[in-house]
């Protein structure tokens, strides 16, 4: 259940307290639970949508600014469009501090948006295996997963266009 709750929120300690709110729920509901599906199944479904309660209650979309970027982050950011090449060898701070930017470009997405990328692109998952995880239909997985794409990459752009500017 942590992993799951670690998917949507970065900092440990509120993926923790989802989590944590998320098994309650779990043990209140357990007789409920009618082993038509695995455990894992049912309680990762719990999981996923108190997460997806606990976003949208906090209608948490910050828009993402270069003034919110850590020096590292905008020194990768600026490194990498003067070099305007992508295929260079990148060392494991590089690593890091793409998958921070990354995240960061990913907390401006809805919860469900960021819910289908995470999976699909992030953890390899298939769109059945993502259906079935949060309950959704095949086709609004892959709805979801185009739309945070597109989302994400004019997230980016935007950054981009903000950062030629200064």
């Known amino acids: 259940m942590f992993r799951v709750a670690h998917r ?40 996923t949508n108190t997460c997806l309660n606990i976003l949208r209650a906090t209608k948490r979309r910050p828009e993402l600014v270069l003034a919110d970027l850590s020096e590292n982050e905008n020194e990768w950011l600026e490194k990498k469009l003067s070099d305007g090449s992508m295929d260079q060898h990148h060392n494991i701070e590089d690593r890091v501090i793409a998958a921070n930017l990354a995240e960061r470009v990913l907390e401006t997405l809805p919860a469900e948006d960021r819910l289908a990328l995470t999976l699909i692109d992030g953890e390899d998952a298939s769109v059945s295996e993502v259906s079935k995880v949060t309950g959704w239909s095949e086709s609004k997985v892959k709805i979801r997963a185009f739309r945070a794409r597109k989302k994400a990459r004019e997230a980016l752009e935007k950054l981009l266009n903000l950062k030629d500017r200064t």
């Open 8 to 47: 949507f929120f970065r900092e440990r300690s509120l993926a923790e307290e989802a989590a944590q709110e998320a098994f309650l729920k779990a043990f209140a509901q357990l007789k409920s639970f009618e082993g038509r599906g695995s455990m894992e199944g049912w309680l990762t479904r719990i999981a």
